[in-house]
């Protein structure tokens, strides 16, 4: 198995579906780590729309 935090959060949320019904993981652990994978994505889209607006208002700056 790849390392789950370098792959798409829906390949993550499916190895975790898939380790529970394979009967690797139990379904309340998986169910933890599913919660735990989308906010470690609410954190990073977070961060990432953070970026991406203070790049705009550099470039909006730089134009004033």
Do not use: F, W, Y
Request: glycine share 6%; hydrophobic share 50%; charged share 20%.
């Amino acid at each position: 198995m790849a390392c789950l935090h370098t792959l798409p959060i829906s390949d993550q949320v499916a190895q975790v579906l898939n380790a529970i019904s394979a009967g690797a993981v139990a379904p309340d652990v998986g169910r933890l780590i599913i919660d735990s994978i989308k906010s470690l994505s609410d954190v990073r889209a977070t961060e990432e729309l953070a970026a991406r607006i203070e790049v705009l208002e550099e470039a909006n700056g730089a134009r004033g």
